[in-house]
């Protein structure tokens, strides 16, 4: 399976699926119109290891809740990701049973590498 969540909002996942030059073959899903499905998350965690490593604590609500002084834990994370867009770090490609997760340039590289050999 190849796919990758993100938001067609977000400047940054709009310069890195040009940038990777994402492939006719690659499913993409916009997570604010199609939001996530607890399946899909679950699979994602698989994958990663643990739904913080999915979690984005540069969102703004992560701020405005206070949630950095909140002693969160796996179920949390995996809460508030399914609550809210905002807090899936993204873009999340998985390709062919690898997943990458967020914006880092390591990250970019490994994903162009992935799709392009």
């Not at 997570?31 to 913080?52: A, F, N, R, V, W």
């Not at 809210?84 to 970019?108: A, E």
């Amino acid at each position: 399976m190849k796919k990758v969540y993100h938001l067609s909002t977000c400047d940054t996942c709009k310069r890195i699926l040009k940038e990777v030059n994402l492939p006719d073959d690659v499913e993409q899903q916009d997570i604010k119109t199609e939001p996530i499905t607890s399946t899909q998350l679950e699979e994602m965690q698989s994958l990663s290891g643990s739904y913080e490593s999915l979690f984005s604590k540069r969102a703004q609500l992560y701020r405005k809740r206070d949630l950095k002084n909140k002693d969160l834990k796996e179920e949390d994370f995996k809460n508030l990701i399914l609550e809210h867009y905002t807090f899936l770090k993204r873009p999340v490609f998985m390709l062919d049973g690898k997943i990458f997760i967020g914006n880092s340039k390591k990250t970019v590289e490994a994903v162009k590498q992935q799709l392009h050999g």
